[in-house]
């Protein structure tokens, strides 16, 4: 069941049904445009129909398409030496082929006389020759079909490459396709008039859509087989807030959505009411609601939508913006810049975190020690892989050491798993710290050291970890995937994936008494800090903080500022004795209207999902 909230209920009723696809919110917001699908397979091809104002353009990118093909050929031929003329009399062949006019002639007619898209045309030729060579009785004729199947899939190859271009160099806003992107790729479709995305693969917290959120890219994964289901060119509605996607919609469809987008900015310019308020409950007690940011150029947003400072900096993607790692000085400059900016507020930095699903193709590809691991998020990642690179690791230390000058730093170690990796870092940063000494260097000698609690034995052994450390930062996501054995990118388990699963609310339960007992300030910086389901919960589990996307901090708080601490500890206490998900689910489906009925009030309801 879900649990939905009151301000998604403007849902368009008429919808129909054939075109709507189910997908995962990976990340919230409404568009319409047309899509382009990158690493389409020519295969899956679907058909759709054109506007006759559209058609000349589709024709133009067949015969790009095409002679992008004959190029490739050509250049394949002058890469051989002449010894190879059997090679270059096929190769010839092929040249010739690229441009016969059964091929090219009959798919433009097709595109130009029904209205076809050029992959759907160009498929139905490439039948209709296969249709007439099964005639063919002859065996040496009949096999040369597998050289026009070869040039068709060149000139596939070149509709598909196009597409990728498009990806990095789009003059035309559009949403993209594909099986999967990688979080960097995120990154550029947000510098390249990327509307919005949609994948096949990936869950609510993968990085992806972790990425895709915090820079308010709209984005549905997790979508069975889209990049077979919709074609380059065709238009789409993508609706972030439901995970639904519309397949060619109608015009009426059309308005709808953008009367919906409408309200949804109504409903944003009302939050904005709250950024400038006290992060309070009813009766008074302060909770710090910070950010969770990827790269600098967020800081503007952590100030926009007034977060108490960062609550974690996942560092990793100054990493792998260019071919090299970063050095010491340009590290050190990027810190200070958020330090200096956010002071006097609190500015988590995080170690280093790559491996499972996070940039690491990237690594494997650089000098750094990543071998292809059968099993990534149980592998080399995080603070293995550091303590594995300690040099990489001391040169981010000394860099957020130097830094500390300008700010309040929080040093944050991701993935903490024993008691044995914290005492190494902590000695690898004792050795940062006595080099800058000797240099003469300035820095917080009392930085704040905080670890994640990421991992079942960590939550075990909060106690122990709780009397080192000045902070624990609660890492739901990882904690959900490694206690309830469910890959967070995998979306054939998403549907498991249960935030409100009450192993998870003991283990943050645990985590929090085991870091109170020790006067340690207790974060959550996982997902589910900022969803105004799930954070009631939290504050009810006593948590001192909640960190996330700085776009989610006015929602967040407006529900904070209608909560009463009372009524949230006895939430938390109801929860934890639920016996499974849906229970915790059932139980906010009573409580979350009955409290804060303006957020939820008659719109709520359960629904099978
Ligand atoms: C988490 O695991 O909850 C977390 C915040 O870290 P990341 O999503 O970067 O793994
Ligand atoms: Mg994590």
Known sequence: MTLKRR?????????????????????????VGKVVVVHHHPEKTRRYTLQTDELPAEVERFQAAVTRA???????????????????????????MVQDAMIIEGTITLIEQDGLNAEWALSHILGDIRAKFDRIQD???????ADIEYVVSLIFGQLAGQQQDLLSATDKPVIVVS??????????????????????????????????????LPAVVGLDKITSKCTTGETVILDGFSGRVYLSPTRDQQKQFSEYRRQHRVFSDELAGYIHLASETLDGLRIRLSANIEVLHEMQAVQKYGAEGIGLFRSEFDYFQQAEPPDEHSLCAGYSKLLAGLAPDPVTIRTLDVGGDKFAARIRNSDLSLEYERNPALGLRSIRFSLKEPELLMTQLRAMLRASVHGRLRLLLPMISSFNELRQVKHLLQEVMAGLERANIPFDPDVEIGIMIEVPSAVVMADTLAAEVDFFSIGTNDLIQYSLAIDR???????????????????ISQTVSAGHAQGIEVAICGEMAGDVVTAPVLLGLGVDELSMRPSAIPHVKRLLRHSCSRQLAELGVLALKCADGVEVRNL?????????PEEFGDQCRNVNS
């Open 489 to 507: 990118g995998n979306e054939s388990v998403a549907h498991m994936y249960e935030p409100l699963h009450p192993a998870v609310l003991r283990m």
């Open 139 to 145: 065996v040496y004729i009949k096999d040369r079909f």
């Open 588 to 596: 906010l489906t009573r409580y979350l209207p009955t409290y804060y």
């Open 179 to 216: 099986d999967d992107f990688s979080p960097e790729d995120t990154l550029r479709m947000q510098a390249n008039n990327v509307l919005g995305f949609l994948t096949e693969k990936g869950g609510l917290t993968s990085h992806t859509s972790i990425v895709a959120r915090s820079l308010g």
């Open 70 to 96: 004959e190029k490739e050929l050509l250049e394949l031929k002058n890469q051989f030496s002449k010894g190879f003329a059997e090679a270059l009399s096929i190769l010839d062949s092929h040249i010739q």
């Open 7 to 31: 301000r998604t209920s403007h849902k368009p009723s008429a919808v129909h049904d054939q075109q709507t696809l189910y997908g995962l919110c990976g990340s919230p917001g409404i568009v």
